[in-house]
């Protein structure tokens, strides 16, 4: 199984500066065949000693009631380091690519890097094979580091099926309407699942969908997500979570704005795969249902289906869901409490999703 990577370079990069690889997608050129993706991450150094950190740490220890020397607290402080790391601007970091070497980005004022990479037809399938499977790159090193980095890459074929997943209450329990409880939730306590949810992911992904997690989750806690994700057995995917800045005294804002923020995402999504068609998978707790409302009117003939985890007590027939949905048909989004309810909705679509079945189910 792949694991998140982390690596500690020896030249440009100090050997005390980290650097870690979000999960992407490529999409293919209908012209020429190639394949264009990026590679994506962050570069930053922890300082253990710090005491300033290990104030803001403390403070927050308290703030939530924790117990000093707590499992709990060691949790927290494990989860708030990422946000107080040092972030290193001016990074260029490479990455081999097969028997090639590309510029994997130079990292900016917040040590996050964003670099696009373009790969033939010939050289996707040498080192991946067909759409649906995962391209592997690793850092370049100096010469006797033994340290290793790997990053990875999806090949998304340009038909089948995509589903566009939230986190947060989604899939995993963090009740977002309850600052305390959420913090408590995504700082403190171990991630937890919502039922179901992965057997229903795996179902499609064994079918050939692909799965894109898009959530206002800060990037620093890509970490224990994608590990959380392993561990609850939810299908591999890209990930796009939001850039925040840490603010001790305003922890709960750091997780606030999702809607702009997913919308440009997803918008991003669909228009680099205009023949594939999406369910968007989200919650009623914040603004997933007018979010993918607006994403479904403004693709129609994309997106398929809307799922809506209820979380709040609004009915279906009720004034939010029939001005965040209208006009479009009734039956292009549901309303559900258990997994379990959206089982013949997935059968339906992925008879109807041939092309998809043909793609090899992500790993």
């Known amino acids: 199984m792949w694991m ?44 253990k000693g710090s005491l300033w950190r290990a104030g803001v740490i403390t403070a927050a220890r308290r703030s939530l009631d924790i117990p000093a020397h707590s499992a709990e607290a060691k949790i927290l402080e494990e989860r708030l380091r990422e946000f107080l790391a040092d972030r ?28 696009p990479i373009r790969i033939s037809e010939a050289e996707a399938r040498r080192l991946a094979g067909g759409p649906g499977s995962w391209l592997r790159y690793a850092a370049v090193l100096p010469a006797g580091d033994t340290r290793t980095l790997e990053g990875r890459l999806q090949l998304i074929g340009q038909q089948g099926l995509s589903i566009v997943s939230d986190i947060d209450d989604t899939i ?22 919502v039922e179901g949810m992965a057997d229903l992911y795996q179902e499609a992904a064994e079918a ?5 997690y ?6 620093q806690l890509f970490v224990p997500l994608e590990q959380f994700r392993q561990q609850a057995r939810f299908p591999a995917g890209s990930f796009h979570l939001q850039q925040v800045r840490f603010d001790p005294g305003a922890l709960a804002h750091m997780f606030s704005g999702p809607k702009d923020f997913k919308i440009t995402q997803i918008t991003q999504i669909i228009a680099h795969f205009p023949q594939r068609r999406f369910i968007l998978v989200g919650d009623s707790g914040q603004q997933d249902p007018e979010v993918y409302g607006e994403l479904a009117r403004k693709y129609p003939q994309q997106v398929v289906a809307i799922w809506i985890r209820k979380i709040t007590p609004e009915l279906a027939q ?6 965040a949905f209208a006009p479009l048909p009734p039956t292009i989004w549901k309303l559900f409490e258990k997994p379990e309810e959206l089982r013949p909705e997935l059968k339906r679509i992925l008879a109807h999703s041939p092309s998809s079945l043909q793609q090899a189910p992500p790993k």
């Open 4 to 47: 998140v990577g982390i690596l500690w370079l020896a030249t440009q990069i100090h050997s005390d500066e980290t650097v870690v690889f979000y999960p992407s997608y490529a999409y293919q050129d209908p012209t020429t065949g190639d394949w264009e993706g990026y590679v994506h991450g962050v570069i930053y150094e922890r300082e």
């Open 88 to 115: 290193e601007r001016g990074k260029e970091i490479r990455v081999r690519l097969g028997q090639r070497v590309v510029l994997a980005g130079t990292s900016g004022p917040d040590g996050y890097f964003r670099n």
């Open 172 to 193: 995993k329990h963090t009740q977002m309407l309850e600052p305390r409880e959420m913090l408590l939730n995504s700082l403190v306590r171990p991630f937890r699942a």
């Open 208 to 212: 050939g969908a692909t799965v894109h």
């Open 214 to 219: 898009v959530s206002a989750s800060p990037w």
């Open 318 to 323: 009720g004034p939010r869901y029939q001005k």
